[in-house]
């Protein structure tokens, strides 16, 4: 691990500003993501911003009748929370099927939306790969690549997004809250929020330099079946190789949010639109134009079938 710097932040606004002020800076929070690159000298910031003294560890009511979930809320306490399991059960769902209890009370709710993707290529610091060193190259493309992108990538990067909690939060329409440095807030659809890797691989987010996330806003209950579906190599703390968020309702309508296959949760409104016919109908829609390795190749019929599962288990619930 290289040296850096150290500060406590006061305000989230004085922690963007501080973040901005020093080039190569990175929050830190619960660190169970950030830490594990420092040490492989994958990420190598030369100053800490420390937000965990900040007042943004709560989950409130919003005016809207949603819920305002800070970004410091550990995962543990998201999961728990009685309105949660109540009215967005697919979201508690999701954070249990990921990491471990002993990650899930330190990981954040920003920083599960920040975690970095988990292909083998980017850990590896002697293989070629464009997010870790822009323009060494995609080992991953020729290489080994059964856990990686089937859409959305591109001829520099296939790597997908490792969260499970981004993928159920897609599903039920969150937007992001930050503030930037100069104190001003803006909110971004969790739909907008990754960015296509392109020819800039090393770019994951629309979040501008020193940019802090300080909330994730749900909307109003939107009632249905909720369903979430992980599929993996083991029972257990494993990164999923397909999951699936879906809400249906009685009428057959919902929406299907596919994680494991892309840089961001994968959504399609003309795949939500092929429900009644079914999850065969709904992943030739969802996956028009993918591009999965021989190795990937896989994925297409088990992402196919997970939505089929989830469906299922969705109408035997609400007949």
């Known amino acids: 691990m290289k040296a850096f710097e150290f500060e406590r932040a006061e305000s989230p606004a004085a922690a ?33 911003v420390d937000v965990n003294g900040l007042s943004l560890d709560t989950i409130e009511e919003s005016d809207e009748g949603g819920l305002r979930i800070g970004a410091l809320v550990r995962n543990t306490d998201l999961a728990a929370d009685r309105r949660v399991r109540k009215d967005y059960p697919l979201l508690s769902r999701a954070l249990l099927a990921g990491a471990s209890g002993q990650l899930r009370n330190r990981a954040t709710t920003a920083g599960n939306l920040l975690q970095r993707t988990r292909c083998p290529y980017f850990y590896d610091t002697d293989q070629a790969c464009n997010k870790r060193l822009p323009g060494s190259g995609c080992g991953a493309i020729e290489g080994y690549s059964r856990q990686l992108a089937v859409i959305g990538g591109s001829a520099d990067c296939i790597a997908t997004h490792p969260g499970d909690m981004a993928v159920a939060m897609r599903a039920l329409d969150a937007v992001v809250e930050t503030v930037k440095p100069d104190g001003q807030t803006r909110r971004i659809a969790l739909d907008d929020f990754y960015l296509a890797p392109g020819n800039t691989p090393q770019r994951e987010t629309v979040l501008e330099a020193g940019e802090l996330i300080t909330a994730v806003v749900l909307p109003p209950p939107v009632g249905g079946r909720q369903i979430y579906r992980k599929v993996r190599d083991r029972a257990s703390y494993a990164f999923a190789l397909v999951s699936v968020a879906a809400i249906v309702q009685r009428d057959g309508s919902g929406r299907v949010v596919v994680g494991g296959v892309a840089h961001k949760p994968w959504h399609s409104d003309a795949a939500d639109a092929e429900l009644p016919r079914g999850a065969k109908a709904v992943a030739a829609r969802l996956f028009e134009g993918a591009a999965p390795t021989e190795d990937s190749m896989f994925k297409l019929m088990l992402a196919e079938r997970t939505i089929a599962a989830a469906l299922a288990e969705a109408q035997e619930a609400t007949s």
């Open 16 to 48: 963007a500003a501080a973040a901005a002020r020093n080039p190569g800076a990175k929050f830190i929070a619960g660190g169970t993501n950030l830490l594990d690159l420092m040490k492989l000298e994958i990420e190598t910031p030369t100053h800490l």
